[in-house]
């Protein structure tokens, strides 16, 4: 498994920026961000093709963020703008292997970071 390592949330108002940060060591075909929060599945935001930089967005969030990766730094990042309250949940990035990225469904992704949580009041 691919180790992932998350930083980067915090507190912010309504309308505000913050930026996630997802540490990778080891072969990733792709990846993604999902969030959660209590009682609710884990839900995917957008993932991106280590080969290639391709992206995808749900709608919710397309236009408000933006998937990017750093190859040299081993880095994934998540830019998040216009927060809107209900942003606020616990992100956590995903790498996948083998299988596609761009269907954001649990079971695609085989390894996960620890979570990092994101707070828009």
């Known amino acids: 498994h691919v180790q992932l390592v998350e930083s980067g949330g915090g507190s912010v108002q309504p309308g505000g920026s913050l930026s996630l940060y997802c540490a990778t060591s080891g072969y990733t075909k792709c990846m993604a961000w999902f969030r959660q929060v209590p009682g609710r599945e884990r839900e995917g935001d957008a993932s991106?093709?280590?080969?290639?930089?391709?992206?995808y967005y749900i709608d919710s969030v397309k236009g408000r963020f933006t998937i990017s990766q750093d190859h040299a730094k081993h880095t994934r990042y998540l830019q998040m703008d216009s927060l809107k309250p209900e942003d606020t949940a616990m992100y956590y990035c995903?790498?996948?292997?083998?299988?596609?990225?761009?269907?954001?469904?649990?079971?695609?992704?085989?390894?996960w970071g620890q979570g990092t949580q994101v707070t828009v009041s």
């Open positions: 991106i093709h280590s080969n290639g930089d391709s992206t």
């Open positions: 995903a790498a996948s292997t083998y299988r596609t990225c761009r269907r954001l469904l649990i079971g695609d992704f085989d390894s």
